[in-house]
Each structure stands twice: as C-alpha cells, then as structure tokens.
C-alpha cells in the first residue's frame, strides 16, 4: 500500500494525550508490583519515578527516593553476586533479572525479586532503566522449607537405612551358625527375606541322646513388625525348656497359647516343628499351617500331608502328630511359602511340582548343593531379581552324600 492510499492515524487532543498519561499513572500505581524509572545518563542513575507499590512494598516515600539510587534497598545479608550481576547488566546494556534480599525503611529483610530493562532512544542509545520489584519472601521460605523437610526426611530415611541393616544383622545372627554334629545325619539350609527384615526364621536345636528338634516359621506379613514377631519367637523356641522342646505338639500348642491374636496384637505365623530321632529312625513333626515337608527317597519326591491351622487364629487348633520313619539317604526338605508362590513375569507362580522337580534333579550332589541349587531357580523366576516373599529351605539328610561330604553352613 502506498504512502498516500495509508489510512491517517487521527491527531490526538491535547485532552486525549493528558487521558492516556494519567491512564499510565493509575495503571503503574494500581500494580502491584514496584515500579521505577531511573535516568541512565545521569550520575549514578537516579530514581525519577516510582509507583505506589513501591511505596507499599519497601515503605518509602516518593520524597525520599526521587534523586536516589535504589541501591539504598541494600543491606548486610544483600548476596554481593547479585549485586554483581545487576552491574555487569546495566555496565553491557542489557537486560538483568535476579532475586535478593532488600530492606524496607523499617529494616525488615524480604526477597526482591527485581527485573531492569534498558529503555532506549530512536537512536537506539539507552536513556532509562526501568525496575520492576516483586516480593516473593513467601515463595522463597516455602522453597526453604522444603529444602529443609528434604534434609530432614533424607537423614531420617538414612538413619531408618542404618537401623533395618543393624537389626537385619540381628536377625541373621539368629540363623544357625553350627550344626549338631550327628553321627550319620546332615543339615544344610538357606535363606533369603525379600527386604532388609525378614518374618520368618529357622533353627536347629540340640538335645540329648543325638535327638534335635528343627523349625522353619513364617509370619503373615513383612516389615518391622513381622521380623519383630519372628525374633522374638526365635529366642522364645531357643529358651524351650526341653520337655516342649522334644514334643512337637505340646511345643506348638504352648506357642499357640503364648501367641494368640488379640484386638492389640493381629499376627500370627505359620510353623513347621519336627523332632528327629536316630534311635528309632522316625521323624516326628506337627504342621501348623505350614507348606508340607517333602520327602525326597531315591528319584521321588513325596508332599507329606499335614493339616492344621496357623498359630494364633483358634485357641484349641488340636494339632496332629505326624510320624516319618526315614531310611538310609533319604532327604527331607522343610520349606517356606515363598519357595512356592514366587510368581514369575506372566504371573505364574513356581509351584510345588516344580520345587520336587528341582529337589530331584538335585539328588545326585550334596545336601547343600541341592538347596542352593533349587533356591537359585526359585529366584530366577522373580520379576526384577526381586522375590515376593521370603524363601527358606531347610534340608535333612539320612547318612552321607555320594562325596562322603558333611555339609553345614
């Protein structure tokens, strides 16, 4: 379009540019924001205007700022680099934004956070700098704060780290660290909980005439309160006096007493207690909601039924006695759920077919070899090398293995 086809912009009354003045003013001072204008061909850039909400935010007047430099907002926690930072932009002629601690007239500190851009000429020759001042004190204590609970939860997640790993030591010093050394008989085992704690715990205890009792018990649940429960039955079975200690019954019963489920107390834990007698070569066990031990003579594994119900659901759960009489190189493998019901990516879980498949395909090594074979593949099958639950296997062996070995752990 040409010059003379361009539409003319109308003149403007000396009443209309009087208007859009005094529609500025009110506009600047109904901001929020402080605003200012500072002569930038001046000595030491004086303020020539300022807004009310300058006025509000840093309390000073329009008579005391005017002719000033806003560097009297300034004061002893003012971080020198940001000071830095507002110099080097106006000294290079450009645009600066930065937060900083100013001061009001009353000398209270707030977070400024204060923007400067150049206002220049036709010539393109910087003739104004205007600041705008915002106070963001409540965004800054807010970031503060959570810097703060950050570090405090980060230290309280570290010491809760340090204490599972003391109290895991504790409860691995639980497991048994030597074996009864019995003429013709081994006992070989593993564990691995699913978290730093474990619910569950195993032991061999000694008695006399080369009897020993066993265990392998497991607590509904995890966490603090599951490894809680199965420390403290593991020094309560420890402290047995040795009439409960070679009845598996009346030891199960007398926990079934001691740890009954209550308004206040809601866990109970499945156990499976047995007492080996190589007298009479028989293996006396009672199942209290346990997975049923499995028998593994010659090339067969043999599921041992036992039923009965968990400890601490009933008060009087009539628990049965179970009796195996072994022979010579047979196995018996007593087993947490976990060995069973670790779930692989599809959602399948390991199952009781597969565990005497792995026992038997095992035979032919050792004691130990066989359930830290068979344990192997029970967590190959874990999502993410992760098992659901704690797996426990506890094995007993009837005579020496093909390599004369005796294993122990």
């Known amino acids: 379009m040409s010059p003379e086809n361009q539409p003319l912009r109308p003149a403007l009354s000396d009443k209309s540019v009087m208007e859009q003045v005094l529609l500025k003013d009110r506009a600047f001072d109904a901001a929020a924001e402080g605003i200012t204008i500072a002569d930038a061909l001046a000595e030491d850039r004086p303020l020539i205007y300022i807004n009310e909400g300058f006025s509000r935010l840093t309390g000073y007047s329009v008579e005391v700022t005017l002719g000033s430099n806003c560097r009297f907002l300034q004061g002893p926690k003012t971080d020198p680099e940001a000071v830095r ?45 205007i600041g705008v001042q915002s106070d963001v004190s409540r965004r800054r204590r807010a970031e503060q704060n959570l810097i703060e609970s950050n570090t405090s939860i980060a230290a309280a997640n570290l010491r809760m780290k340090n204490e599972l790993m003391a109290a895991a030591k504790i409860q691995q010093a639980l497991l048994p660290t030597s074996i009864p050394q019995i003429e013709d008989i081994q006992v070989a085992w593993a564990f691995r909980p699913c978290d730093e704690l474990a619910g569950g715990i195993l032991d061999v205890l000694t008695m006399k005439n080369n009897q020993f009792a066993f265990y392998l018990l497991d607590v509904c649940g995890h966490g603090v309160a599951a490894a809680l429960l199965s420390t403290t039955l593991s020094c309560w079975l420890s402290r047995m006096p040795l009439e409960l200690r070679q009845n598996p019954v009346a030891a199960v019963e007398q926990l079934n007493e001691s740890f009954q489920m209550t308004r206040d107390f809601s866990q109970f834990f499945t156990c499976c207690y047995a007492v080996l007698n190589p007298k009479n070569q028989k293996l006396q066990f009672v199942s209290a909601g346990h997975p049923p031990p499995i028998l593994v003579r010659n090339n067969e ?9 968990p400890v601490g659901i009933v008060p009087d759960p009539n628990y049965q006695l179970q009796e195996i009489s072994y022979q010579h190189g047979d196995r018996i493998y007593l087993y947490s759920d976990g060995a069973i019901e670790q779930t692989d990516t599809n959602g399948n879980k390991f199952g009781m077919q597969r565990l005497m498949a792995e026992l038997i395909r095992h035979r032919a090594t050792t004691l130990q070899a066989s359930i830290d074979q068979t344990m192997q593949q029970v967590l190959q099958t874990a999502r993410n090398n992760k098992n659901d639950d704690d797996v426990s296997i506890l094995g007993i062996q009837i005579g020496t293995d093909r390599c004369g070995h005796v294993t122990s752990k």
């Not at 937060?99 to 400024?112: C, M, Q, S, V």
């Not at 594994?301 to 119900?309: L, N, Q, R």
């Open 301 to 309: 594994a043999i599921e041992i039924k036992s039923p009965g119900f």
């Open 85 to 129: 930072a507002i110099r080097n932009a106006i000294e290079e002629d450009r645009n600066c934004e930065v937060e900083l601690i100013n001061y009001r007239k009353d000398g209270t500190p707030f977070w400024n956070r204060l923007s400067i851009t150049p206002i220049r000429d036709s010539s393109g020759k910087t003739t104004h700098l």
